[in-house]
């Protein structure tokens, strides 16, 4: 039942916890509202409270159940923020009084940053809320996108928010930001003006395409995109600014561990638990058809064992086993694992494909598996000052 590293440890329990169905802003590339999926339209506008009690019993009753150590909450939406100050404060207090003593919980929240304010910022610190806030880069590329219900672009609004985090320094919990990669844009000025704002931790997703929605960029200008950005990170010299993506990345170059599902032969875990209660696998996997990830289990009846033997979840734990033959051999198969699992789906083959992003993933890979060999070899300064990322 339970999923493990390859040294052995047990992997925490990571859950995407939906408080909010809704959200104040209208994405182009959102996989929740425009890639397809309708389901969140039947779904209650914001989580009642026992259901969000029963989540946290499930989660960490099953932790304490099978030995797992930790189980992460990710508090996600829509926007969840729209649930209100006093909702969340009376979460954060019932997450402490539901955990068992054999149980840690980490808690993180992913939000667009809009309604974040001081009062915000506080409340979730005081519960060591780690924050992540998603930026697009500059203003004129930020808005191409990131904008709300009337097409107003975003970027005032979420700078103000990044720059009180900044600012607040120390009384600010952990906090990042997240960028989806667009290669018509430049990496290195958006990793250059997030820099220039304040922030030190930041992770830049590959966009969520698959076989049947192909990228609408030409061959290759991913896999440049990420080169130009790794070289222009990489080069920094400046070991606070790190990007998640490229950290993991050379954590395996290197013999270690992923910390994300997006890279590495590893299954795929995350539980989902939505507004009205839904057990549901991977998000993203919404994707890939409308209602594909609907399990008709739910929070206040089931445990987090039934969701674990429901068919796509097991698709997940074992996706590795749907690979073709080609990507098991190719040469940076044990960093690249295949790609992301909904990257993968077709609707002739299902999710026994590799990567939409395939040829742009061993552009970078090799290119970061060149440097990274050459400074190992040579003990140059630029790996010697990034060595942290490599150590965590």
């Known amino acids: 039942m339970l999923s493990v590293r390859s040294d052995g440890n047990i992997l925490p329990l990571s859950c995407i916890l939906k408080i909010s169905s809704r959200c104040n802003l209208d994405c182009s590339y959102c996989y929740i509202y425009n890639k397809g999926d309708t389901t969140y339209k039947t779904r209650p506008r914001v989580m009642d409270a026992a259901v969000a009690t029963a989540a946290v019993r499930?989660?960490?009753?099953?932790?304490?159940?099978?030995?797992?150590?930790?189980?992460?909450?990710?508090?996600?939406?829509?926007?969840?923020?729209?649930?209100?100050?006093?909702?969340?404060?009376?979460?954060?207090?019932?997450?402490?009084?539901?955990?068992?003593?054999?149980v840690k919980v980490s808690l993180t929240i992913q939000s667009n940053g809009v309604l974040l304010d001081s009062e915000w910022i506080s409340l979730l610190a005081s519960h060591g809320v780690q924050v992540g806030v998603s930026l697009d880069g500059p203003a004129v590329w930020n808005d191409r996108h990131r904008v709300n219900h009337q097409g107003k672009g975003s970027y005032k609004q979420v700078r103000k928010s990044i720059e009180l985090l900044a600012a607040m320094e120390g009384e600010a919990p952990p906090w990042g930001v997240l960028v989806v990669a667009d290669p018509r844009f430049s990496g290195n000025e958006v990793l250059r003006h997030l820099i220039d704002m304040g922030v030190r931790k930041m992770d830049f997703l590959w966009p969520d395409y698959h076989h049947e929605e192909r990228p609408p960029w030409d061959k290759g200008m991913l896999g440049r995109y990420y080169i130009d950005l790794f070289d222009e990170w990489y080069g920094n010299a400046d070991a606070q600014v790190r990007i998640r993506w490229f950290e993991s990345l050379i954590q395996l170059l290197v013999g270690g561990d992923s910390v994300i599902n997006a890279l590495g032969p590893q299954p795929v875990?995350?539980?989902?638990?939505?507004?009205?209660?839904?057990?549901?696998?991977?998000?993203?996997?919404?994707?890939?058809?409308?209602?594909?990830?609907?399990?008709h289990l739910n929070v206040?009846?089931?445990?987090?064992?039934?969701?674990?033997?429901?068919?796509?979840?097991?698709?997940?734990?074992?996706?590795?086993?749907?690979?073709?033959?080609?990507?098991?051999?190719?040469?940076?198969?044990?960093?690249?694992?295949?790609?992301?699992?909904?990257?993968?789906?077709?609707?002739?083959?299902?999710?026994?494909n590799a990567s939409v992003h395939c040829e742009n993933l061993f552009m970078v890979i090799s290119h970061v598996a060149r440097i990274v060999q050459r400074d190992i070899s040579l003990g140059g300064p630029a790996w010697q000052s990034n060595a942290c990322y490599v150590t965590r």
């Open 300 to 352: 206040l009846h089931h445990t987090i064992e039934s969701l674990r033997e429901t068919g796509l979840y097991q698709l997940g734990l074992n996706n590795q086993n749907l690979l073709p033959d080609g990507c098991l051999r190719c040469p940076v198969y044990a960093v690249c694992g295949g790609g992301e699992m909904p990257h993968r789906w077709s609707k002739e083959a299902s999710f026994s």
């Open 269 to 295: 875990t995350d539980v989902v638990i939505e507004t009205d209660g839904s057990l549901e696998p991977l998000d993203i996997l919404r994707i890939c058809g409308d209602g594909m990830t609907l399990t």
């Open 58 to 102: 499930q989660l960490t009753g099953y932790a304490a159940r099978h030995g797992v150590p930790e189980v992460i909450i990710a508090l996600h939406g829509g926007e969840p923020l729209l649930v209100g100050k006093p909702w969340m404060r009376r979460f954060l207090e019932d997450v402490r009084r539901e955990t068992p003593y054999n």
